[in-house]
């Protein structure tokens, strides 16, 4: 029974390690060439494996939210932000101060790991009306993960009162979009730490109570 065990494990050891390394691969193609000109042959030279290893846990849609899940929180798809490792730092903060700079650094991390995957994605959706229905499904997603946020900063009184949460939100998404760090990165060529006080600066003033 041991063994079996053991043996069984090692089998699942070994299948989430390839699925992380088509789903890595994938981000990166996808990235550097474009959704529509990603092919699941690619993908499987790319990450070392048979194109049937990579239709097996394709379609490519899905492996382009599984790369978005897994660059961006780490999380498993439909898991909660907060639940993450990444998201769970938010709980840690004691002022709007630090919660401000926490969601900065968090905003760093995510926005340079899935900046070029994001882009990709937004293009294609231009063009493909699957992807843009997955597109603005993963818009609302984001939405209400931000609201999670916020009504946490809401409990411990940080939130300012004279404007609706769900505008708050909006204002948010805007400051923490991809879009917001591709302007101020890659095309004004500030720096990351620069854009890190940027974001936590506007966050601060924004939505912060005085």
């Known amino acids: 029974m041991a063994k079996r065990r053991y043996s069984s494990e090692l089998r699942e050891q070994q299948a989430a390690a390839t699925r992380a390394r088509v789903v890595q691969a994938a981000a990166e193609l996808f990235a550097v060439r474009g959704y529509a000109a990603t092919s699941l042959p690619q993908i499987a030279r790319e990450a070392g494996v048979s194109t049937e290893t990579v239709q097996s846990h394709g379609p490519k849609l899905r492996l382009l939210q599984a790369a978005i899940d897994q660059l961006s929180f780490g999380g498993e798809p439909g898991q909660a932000l907060i639940d993450t490792p990444v998201g769970a730092q938010f709980l840690r903060a004691s002022s709007p101060e630090e919660a ?16 070029g995957l994001w882009l990709a994605f937004s293009e294609a959706a231009r063009t493909d009306k699957t992807l843009a229905q997955e597109f603005t499904a993963l818009a609302v997603q984001i939405r209400a993960e931000n609201l999670i946020i916020l009504r946490l900063w809401r409990e411990r009184g940080w939130l300012r009162d004279d404007v609706p949460d769900a505008v708050l939100a909006q204002w948010s998404d805007v400051i923490a979009s991809v879009e917001v760090y591709d302007r101020v990165v890659r095309v004004e060529g500030t720096t990351v730490e620069e854009y890190r006080e940027l974001i936590a600066g506007m966050l601060l003033e924004l939505l912060v109570r005085r």
């Not at 401000?100 to 900046?115: C, E, G």
């Open 100 to 115: 401000a700079d926490i969601a900065s650094r968090v905003l760093v991390q995510v926005n340079t790991a899935t900046h």
